[in-house]
Each structure stands twice: as C-alpha cells, then as structure tokens.
C-alpha cells in the first residue's frame, strides 16, 4: 500500500537555526498537510496545500514558516528561525482530494529545538 | 468552526472484553467524522471513516464507529480487544462540503491499556 513518508525521523537543531522537514506524499494525491503534536498536547493543523499554493493555514502557521513542492515529490516544511516552543512532532499527511477523503500521515519528524 | 471531545484519556480494558472510546464534536458544517489510531513512534493510522452514508461505520481490525447526530457523537467500538490494540486513539473531524481540501481537528486522544 502506498505510503508517506517523512525524513528525518528525529532531527536536533539549535535554536535561531534553519530547519527543513521534508516529505513525500503518495503520488496520485493532490493535497498535502501539515499537523504538529507538541508533547502533551492535541494534533494541531498547521497548513494545507493545494495547486502549488496555501489553501488554508492556522495562526500558528506565521511568517517564520513556509511550504514548498520543490518538484513532483516532495512536500517540504521549512521554519526559518527555530524557537524552543517548535519542538514537536511534525506530520505530513496527503490525500487525494477535500474534506470527505480521509488523510494519509507519515510517522511524523521529531523536531528538538536546544 | 469545529470541535472534538474524547471523554476519557484513558482507558483499560481487559484482553477479550469490549473497548468503547467515547467521542463527541461540533461543527459549524456538515461532518466527516474519522478515527485514527496511532502506535508508539509510528504514524497515525486511519481506523474508519463516516461521511454521511451509513451511520453504522466498520472499520479495520473489528472496530466499528455510529455516527449519532442527535447526540453529535461518533463513539468507536470493539467487542473483543486484541493485546495489538494497546494504542492511542484520535477522533477526528473534518468539514464536508468545501472546495478545497479542509484542515482536520483532533480530538486529545485515549490512551488504552489492554491487560492479559
């Protein structure tokens, strides 16, 4: 079965730095998400994607973030300057279509902000 | 705007007895409703999906989901867990009806134990 899959599966920055979260969706879907879990907390949505642009984001998704679909692959997640309260588990999911099609998720980046 | 209640962060059952993973929502929109579960360091797996079909909804591994609207609930049942089911659990809903693909909400989670 097709699946989505995310690298690195744990990735260590220091804080201030750059950081680049990468996926690839499965290859027939047309939209791609972002969710985050920070430990303890709920799955929080941070973004959605759709015909090379945002279709949505949350308050959460600010200008420290972005999105890209560098090429027919890969979905990426950058945040530019990496804060402590980033660290979290990182989710891509992708499905094939809107709101009644379920989402597809990778494992998930564990992001750790020292 | 939407919402998600999962009523108890964690349940214990044991080995061969039922789960019942309780699930209430609100939405401003018509809903799909889904439950995922996720294992340790693994992603979340979807479980099953109700999108204005069947209220009655199976899903995989013999757990099954009603979708109540009266009682805007979508409570996920089992009646005989398996050891393999130790697991977190996530209600989830989604707005139907929208062009564009529309984010999801999560409900906090249950965490079940299935003791031998």
């Known amino acids: 079965e097709p699946e989505v899959t995310q690298t690195p599966s744990h990735q260590v920055t220091q804080m201030g730095q750059e950081v680049i979260l990468r996926c690839v969706p499965i290859?027939?879907?047309?939209?791609f998400y972002w969710y985050r879990q920070i430990l303890g907390q709920k799955v929080e949505f941070l973004v959605s994607?759709?015909?090379?642009?945002?279709?949505?984001k949350s308050e959460i998704f600010d200008d420290q973030f972005s999105v890209e679909r560098p090429d027919g692959s890969n979905f990426t997640l950058k945040i530019r300057s990496t804060k402590l309260e980033d660290s979290a588990m990182y989710f891509c999911?992708?499905?094939?279509?809107?709101?009644?099609?379920?989402?597809?998720f990778g494992d998930g980046t564990r992001l750790s902000i020292l | 705007a939407q919402s998600v209640t999962q009523l108890d962060s964690h349940v214990s059952v044991s080995e061969g007895t039922p789960v019942l993973l309780r699930c209430n929502y609100s939405?401003?929109?018509?809903?799909?409703l889904f439950w995922y579960v996720q294992h340790p360091n693994k992603g979340l797996q979807l479980l099953l999906k109700y999108t204005s079909a069947a209220t009655l909804v199976k899903g995989i591994n013999g757990f099954e989901a009603e979708f109540k609207k009266s009682e805007t609930s979508f409570h996920l049942t089992k009646p005989s867990a398996h050891m393999s089911d130790a697991a977190e659990y996530f209600c989830?809903?989604?707005?139907?009806?929208?062009?564009?693909?529309?984010?999801?909400?999560f409900g906090g989670g249950t965490r079940v134990l299935v003791k031998p």
């Open positions: 939405s401003s929109y018509s809903p799909s």
């Open positions: 290859s027939n879907h047309l939209y």
């Open positions: 994607f759709y015909n090379n642009e945002i279709s949505e």
């Open positions: 989830v809903v989604s707005a139907q009806g929208r062009a564009a693909g529309n984010k999801l909400t």
């Open positions: 999911a992708s499905s094939v279509q809107g709101s009644n099609q379920p989402q597809h």
